[in-house]
């Protein structure tokens, strides 16, 4: 690829076109292209469609990329393509913004004001907004980033939520470190390091020290904590707590995610961050769900932390929050197997997800923190905690006939039928009177 072809006039691609790159939009790298053998295809692809402006980027953003690359300075890389992509995306809903307003009479732009200043709308905004099908279909739209998995995405809303004690703030602040490093999250992909506020609103911060210096994947510049101990030590006698139940502090919180250029934020947790809460009255959500919707809009992915209700099955408080959520995790002790010291075992799964195979959603996750000696890092794993498993637990507690497990497990009866055979298979099982029984369980066996 030339210079010239570097400098080529991009004025003409419309912003409105903005089209995010894969691999198969673009061929084999140019000759002189500074390939870095440790980056990944999606970087190097991303770079050279940005040189050859295959999508309206400034070749100077582009070179920049490439450099980058050639550095093998890979997580400097994918952070400037996301800041490229979102100044992409930012000047579309400029432009979209802008071509909306033409043609407004003096007269309506009155009634326009009025409404808004009312917390409404009027007639002209609605009519203005609407789009018919075939409208709908040709309008072009900037992709909606995946940041963790196909689960949370870009402007997407999520809870994580456990009984008090059970490892809710370990398993976050290690989804956070994840995103801000790029690493992996077990089994689901992190597409790119991108810069997370993690706010604590209950321990005491010389536990979160210990716990963040203990956790893999460091990465200072992106994650970023905010500690409400720190805020009660440092305030002065008038201060009352961070409080994201007042007005106040909600556009104090967006303006510094916004301006700072936070994509993540994760708050630690619901009863303590929103005082003055009536959790399970379904009105008293109604003033934190504008906030929510204006951070959502803005592309942030909101995760917050919270606990569950008597039951253990569901978060504690009105069901009205779940409406928002693109996904919600339950975590559990998982206190099957080996009871080993120096380690904390979780598990994991979805009670709901919007961009999720549902066939994954049946699937459980079990996490291993072990601990190691003081001064080390913590080594985190984790393994698959399928279908067979979640049966073989079932059994163990007394259900044992397929159409209640079914129904214990959402899953249709052929589906636990299978598992159910391969249970049998692996001499875990067998079935008297149309009922599934316990054989003795030989070490070693599945899900010990």
């Known amino acids: 690829m030339t210079q010239d072809a570097l400098n080529t006039n991009h004025a003409a691609a419309s912003v409105k076109g903005f089209k995010r790159p894969t691999l198969a939009d673009v061929g084999p790298l140019p000759v002189d292209f500074p390939a870095s053998s440790t980056a990944p295809n999606e970087a190097i692809a991303y770079v050279q469609a940005a040189t050859s402006l295959a999508e309206p980027i400034a070749p100077p953003e582009a070179r920049e990329l490439a450099d980058l690359l050639h550095a093998n300075d890979l997580s400097q890389a994918m952070m400037q393509k996301e800041i490229a992509l979102d100044a992409r995306v930012q000047a579309s809903k400029a432009a979209w913004r802008e071509e909306l307003q033409k043609g407004t009479s003096a007269g ?9 200043r009312e917390g409404g709308v009027s007639p002209s905004h609605i009519r203005r907004h609407l789009l018919t099908q075939g409208a709908l279909k040709n309008l072009s739209l900037p992709e909606r980033n995946r940041i963790v998995g196909d ?126 809460l009536k959790e399970n009255e379904s009105d008293s959500w109604e003033g934190i769900m504008p906030f929510l919707a204006e951070l959502k809009h803005s592309g942030v992915l909101v995760i917050i932390l919270h606990h569950t209700n008597k039951s253990g099955e569901a978060m504690r408080g009105t069901s009205r929050r779940e409406d928002q959520a693109d996904f919600i995790i339950r975590i559990r002790a998982h206190r099957e197997g080996a009871n080993e010291k120096g380690v904390l075992r979780l598990k994991t799964e979805f009670t709901k997800s919007r961009n999720c195979q549902s066939s994954d959603l049946h699937d459980e996750i079990v996490w291993s923190f072990r601990m190691g000696e003081a001064g080390q890092k913590a080594v985190v794993e984790y393994a698959h905690y399928g279908k067979e498993c979640q049966v073989l637990q079932l059994i163990k507690a007394g259900i044992t006939r397929c ?31 149309r009922r599934y029984v316990l054989k003795e369980e030989p070490p070693g066996a599945l899900c010990a």
């Open 108 to 116: 309506e732009t009155a009634q326009n004001a009025d409404a808004l």
């Open 151 to 276: 689960f949370a995405q870009e402007g997407g809303i999520g809870y994580l939520f456990a009984p008090r004690g059970e490892g809710k703030t370990w398993l976050g602040l290690h989804l956070s470190k994840c995103i801000a490093s790029g690493a992996a999250f077990g089994p689901y992909p992190v597409s790119a390091p991108r810069k997370v506020l993690y706010i604590d609103g209950e321990m005491n911060v010389k536990s979160l020290q210990e716990r963040i210096d203990k956790l893999p994947n460091d990465n200072p510049d992106n994650f970023q904590m905010l500690s409400s101990e720190i805020m009660w030590l440092s305030m002065d006698g008038t201060y009352r707590g961070l409080n994201l139940n007042s007005p106040h502090s909600q556009k104090a919180l967006a303006a510094v995610l916004r301006e700072d250029g936070f994509k993540v934020v994760v708050l630690d947790n619901l009863s303590c961050l929103f005082s003055g």
């Open 403 to 433: 159409e209640e497990i079914a129904e214990e497990l959402s899953l249709a009866k052929s589906t636990v039928s299978m598992a159910a055979q391969e249970l049998q298979r692996q001499g875990l099982i067998t079935v008297k009177n």
